[in-house]
């Protein structure tokens, strides 16, 4: 049940995250009355982009409806991302692998919470290189309360002065070539390495930047210019503090 749950808060969160782009920053605000658009984003059915023919509760199972539908639209068959159900796979894994080995359920409910506003994040940066501030004070308290829950105490000081030194040296790249990143990144890198603290800051760091690195080199298309390459680097900050976190949890259970 609880492997259920994670599913569908991925399945939650994939989709908010899209209406997010969509009706915040995509052609939906010019279409809907700003007064509305939280209760299109909350409340509107799940439905096809392109012919808006409501997906039924069959199809909507965690996991295997992107199967029954054969990754299509029944109406118009528009091709449906395998992301969706990818990605309810992977919290239901992950819920079931902490819960068993942890033995501590309120910590596997919370971390899927933390894991879904990371998603969130992802997606608005990985398709508009934009970070929500919005998101930002969910994101720190599901952490907080992710380690809380993991290990019985909350961040130290040691958190702090990381995150503290994050944002510095961040702000001054940010004062001194404004072209490099924006502020949202200063923000959410400041808070990730709050949250992962020392020493996983370091890893945290490394990993957001080898995959960086590595996805650019990977994606780099003819003729274009490596150092003009706009990167979306707030996505690969969410993938990083996922590794690190799961890293955390891998020594909570060995040692």
Excluded: Q
């Amino acid at each position: 049940m609880g492997g259920l749950f994670a599913s569908l808060l991925a399945s939650f969160y994939t989709t908010l995250g899209e209406r997010i782009l969509f009706f915040i920053y995509g052609k939906g605000r010019k279409i809907y009355k700003k007064e509305s658009i939280w209760n299109k984003i909350l409340t509107k059915p799940s439905h096809c982009r392109k012919c808006n023919t409501n997906i039924s509760p069959l199809f909507l199972t965690p996991i295997i409806g992107g199967l029954l539908t054969k990754g299509r639209c029944n109406t118009c068959n528009t091709k449906f991302s395998y992301y969706y159900s990818i990605t309810e796979f992977l919290f239901f894994i992950l819920f079931i692998i902490n819960l068993y080995f942890l033995n501590n359920i309120l910590f596997s409910v919370i971390f899927s919470f933390f894991i879904g506003h990371i998603i969130i994040s992802m997606i608005t940066d990985y398709n508009k290189f934009i970070l929500d501030y919005e998101n930002l004070p969910f994101i720190l308290f599901f952490g907080v309360l992710s380690i809380y829950t993991l290990n019985g105490s909350l961040p130290g000081w040691d958190n702090l002065y990381v995150g503290l030194g994050f944002f510095i040296t961040f702000f001054l790249v940010v004062f001194v070539y404004p072209t490099g990143m924006g502020m949202g990144d200063v923000f959410y890198i400041s808070i990730y390495s709050f949250l992962v603290g020392h020493p996983l800051w370091i890893f945290f760091l490394n990993t957001a930047y080898i995959l960086a690195l590595l996805s650019s080199v990977l994606t780099l298309k003819k003729n274009e210019k490596f150092l003009k390459k706009k990167i979306p680097m707030g996505f690969y900050y969410g993938i990083a503090v996922i590794i690190t976190y799961i890293i955390k949890i891998y020594f909570k259970i060995e040692y």
